[in-house]
């Protein structure tokens, strides 16, 4: 959430893009579970969200993954084509800097393949979604979700794209009940963009 524009305002304090970048997705992370905790506290909830779920789930979480990059990437394509003036600029995935060796691409693997996922979809779909479908039809809530979970990270270029991944994952999670297929569609998204990124930046 935000994570780009925390790293713009680390960058006084921290030198490092990658530093910055790690520092951002931390303090995101940290902000969102404690929203979750504080929500949870606030309403006597217990968090039951990630249930177990039979294996061809967590195979459909990589299915809804891959699937999701694909449309994330359609609608990047087609916002390009019809507003050339909205330039993808997501550091993660344009940044040389950030895969200078192992280290780097470690990190940056465990920031936003392991801890934003998590972060995220206990907020977005756990949270959000959950209390948005409690209220509203399937379909509006997750075009809602969705659209709050784009605007979240404060890049015109990522609006839609996004918009549409976060409907996406909380279709997935009302019809599992469990977010760990979300989880793992989401960590599969995101590696997949980080794999893509590193072949990009070596040829």
């Known amino acids: 959430m935000g994570a780009l524009l925390l790293q713009s305002a680390l960058s006084v304090l921290v030198r490092s893009p990658l530093a910055q970048l790690l520092a951002a997705y931390l303090v995101s992370a940290g902000a969102l579970l404690g929203a979750t905790v504080f929500w949870l506290s606030a309403r006597r909830l217990a968090a039951s969200w990630f249930t177990r779920v039979s294996w061809s789930w967590v195979g ?7 699937a999701l990059k694909v449309a994330g990437g359609a609608v990047t394509a087609l916002e390009q084509l019809l507003v050339p003036r909205i330039v993808p600029n997501n550091p993660v995935v344009t940044d040389p ?4 060796g192992p280290a780097s691409v470690g ?3 465990l920031a936003t393949v392991v801890v934003a996922p998590l972060a995220e979809e206990v907020f977005y779909r756990g949270v959000l979604f959950r209390w948005l479908r409690a209220k509203r039809s399937l379909a509006t809530s997750a075009a809602l979700s969705g659209l709050i979970f784009g605007a979240a990270h404060f890049d015109l270029s990522l609006l839609l794209p996004l918009a ?4 996406g994952l909380a279709v997935l999670y009302a019809r599992s ?3 760990w297929p979300c989880y793992i569609a989401h960590a599969c998204l995101n590696a997949t963009s980080l794999a893509l990124a590193l ?4 040829g």
Do not use: D, E, I
């Open 97 to 100: 800097q950030l895969f200078r």
């Open 107 to 109: 990190l940056l693997v």
């Open 199 to 202: 072949l990009a930046m070596k």
């Open 164 to 167: 549409v991944v976060g409907a």
């Open 60 to 66: 459909l979480g990589l299915l809804a993954g891959l």
């Open 177 to 179: 009940r469990s977010l």
